[in-house]
């Protein structure tokens, strides 16, 4: 039973600020709509994702293999239509549909709605929160009266329904409704509610921006990690460091490429994950690993990071030796790192230093390395 989710984002809002609309606009260090793209893409049960944009809009999403786009219309209720009459050419059994501006909901909050739809024991299910507060009227700031708020309801998205059925429903349906549930009801579909989230806000105002950010910052998990490293010299005309092979009147021995650099960062990538170090994952009593390419195991931790949901954030490495000099590799060095790590180049740094005389490396017995990561997640 496939499912699909219709994201609205064709509206031209202006009630929430800013010089462009608010799906568009920065929150957390990304755009409003690719929080609400990532949960639903994140969102187990979800086949298909359309999201239906201005035609003026449609070279601002980055393609994705899941996300297929489509025109909206003058109004929300033509824009979905629109969305589900490109659905129809391959229907899905049933459909999410959802306000772009609702970018803090959940993965799990979503599947729950896919779960409940797809169990049907209604063609329509909505979340929506019980009304706490008491309910006035009012006009010049005064009171003017009271209004019951028992039975009332405050609705979201995603409202979820058996495909056809909203689809007979749109075709049917004149004029702009407020959601999709107006417009089942006007069909005669009977919708059921489900538990909605509070944290579920839609963008409106200019204030739901700060709250939606720290709604979404408290789900941010952010690690550090550092590593640390040592090689001595030995004989051979090259040291590997950081991927490059830096000519040198002596190379550097170990068990594997003894690639110090990487080493130490392979280490903090396992440290900010909290797993270990090298030693653990590649043991030298183990033969296989006799000079191996020091890449292998940097490839792993990053797919370790991966495996997590981690993004690597940023790197940064420093060499402690008098010699070889640095400086003209680093480049190379950066390059090097970001084919391994798929980190962007201006995102790993690596620099050197000497200490100045003092100690192994200042006495040149060897080379010394230290690194830090930062990954970081959203969580559900
Ligand atoms: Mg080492």
């Known amino acids: 039973m496939t499912t699909a989710a219709l994201i609205v984002a064709a509206g031209r809002g202006t009630r929430a600020g800013g010089p462009v609309p608010k799906q568009w606009q920065p929150l957390a260090g990304r755009r409003v709509i690719d929080w609400t793209l990532d949960a639903f893409l994140?969102?187990?049960g979800i086949d298909r994702i359309v999201v239906v944009l201005h035609a003026d809009d449609l070279m601002q999403l980055v393609p994705h293999a899941k996300v297929e786009v489509t025109t909206g219309g003058s109004t929300r209720a033509a824009s979905v239509r629109n969305g589900l009459e490109f659905l129809a050419a391959s229907p899905p059994a049933c459909v999410l549909i959802h306000d772009v501006a609702r970018c803090c909901a959940r993965p799990e909050f979503i599947s729950t709605i896919v779960q409940h739809v797809?169990?049907?024991?209604?063609?329509?299910?909505?979340?929506a929160l019980p009304v706490t507060d008491a309910l006035w009227t009012g006009e010049n700031d005064r009171v003017t009266g009271m209004r019951d708020r028992v039975g009332l309801y405050r609705a979201q998205t995603p409202q979820a329904f058996h495909f056809d059925s909203i689809l007979t429903a749109h075709r049917a349906h004149q004029g702009d409704a407020p959601d999709d549930v107006a417009i089942a009801r006007a069909a005669g579909l009977d919708v059921s509610i489900i538990d909605g989230d509070e944290d579920n806000l839609k963008i409106t105002h200019p204030s739901d921006f700060a709250r939606a950010e720290r709604i979404i910052g408290d789900r941010m998990d952010i690690r550090v990690g550092s590593g640390f490293d040592v090689h001595r010299f030995g004989p051979g005309d090259h040291c590997m460091l950081c991927g490059v092979a830096v000519p040198h009147d002596r190379g550097l021995a170990g068990h594997s490429d003894a690639d110090v650099g990487m080493h130490a960062l392979t280490d903090a990538i396992y440290g900010a994950l909290a797993q270990g170090?090298?030693?653990?994952?590649?043991?030298?009593?183990d033969p296989q690993w006799k000079g191996a390419q020091s890449h292998i195991f940097l490839r792993h931790a990053v797919g370790l990071a991966r495996e997590q949901g981690f993004k690597i954030n940023n790197l940064d490495i420093t060499l402690v030796c008098e010699q070889p000099k640095i400086t003209p590799h680093a480049t190379a060095m950066q390059s090097a790192l970001a084919a391994i790590t798929g980190v962007a180049s201006d995102r790993i740094s690596v620099k050197a230093t000497t200490s100045e005389r003092l100690g192994f490396t200042g006495r040149q017995?060897?080379?010394?390395?230290?690194a830090t990561v930062t990954l970081v997640k959203t969580c559900a």
Request: proline letters at 18%; aromatic letters at 4%; glycine letters at 14%.
């Open 42 to 44: 994140a969102a187990p």
């Open 118 to 127: 797809r169990d049907g024991k209604t063609p329509g299910l909505a979340p």
């Open 277 to 285: 170090d090298i030693g653990r994952h590649f043991p030298p009593s």
């Open 365 to 370: 017995e060897g080379i010394a390395a230290q």
